[in-house]
Nanobody
Framework: VQLVESGGGLVQPGGSLRLSCATS????????MSWYRQGPGKERELVAI????????HYANSVEGRFTISRDNAKNTVYLQMNSLKPEDTAVYYC?????WGQGTQVTVSS
C-alpha cells in the first residue's frame, strides 16, 4: 500500500487549498478513505472520511462547512478541498487507509 499526499503550502487566512492523495497497492474503490491532521503540539485528529462509493462523508466539527472530501475511483485518488482556512487549520495533513499512512503534507495558514 502506498499513499502520497500533495497540495499543501502556505496560504493566508480565508484562502483555499486542495489536497490530493494518490494511492496504490489495494482496490481503492472498495474502501472508505480518510484525512487526518496533526497540528503543532497536538494529537493527530480525524478531519474527514468518505465511503467507498463517495456518496457519504463525515467531518470534524471544526471543519464542517469549510472542507469537502471527495474521491475519484478511476484515478485511485482522494481529495480534500479546504476553504475559508484559519490559522488553527495549520497542521500536517495525512491520508489514511486502515493502518497505512502517507508521508503527510504541510498546510500553514498565516498572514
Amino acid at each position: 500500500v502506498q499513499l502520497v499526499e500533495s497540495g499543501g503550502g502556505l496560504v493566508q487566512p480565508g484562502g483555499s487549498l486542495r489536497l490530493s492523495c494518490a494511492t496504490s497497492g489495494f482496490t481503492f474503490s472498495n474502501y472508505d478513505m480518510s484525512w487526518y491532521r496533526q497540528g503543532p503540539g497536538k494529537e493527530r485528529e480525524l478531519v474527514a472520511i468518505i465511503n467507498a462509493a463517495g456518496r457519504s462523508s463525515h467531518y470534524a466539527n471544526s471543519v464542517e462547512g469549510r472542507f469537502t472530501i471527495s474521491r475519484d475511483n478511476a484515478k485511485n485518488t482522494v481529495y480534500l478541498q479546504m476553504n475559508s482556512l484559519k490559522p488553527e487549520d495549520t497542521a500536517v495533513y495525512y491520508c489514511n487507509f486502515q493502518s497505512s499512512w502517507g508521508q503527510g503534507t504541510q498546510v500553514t495558514v498565516s498572514s
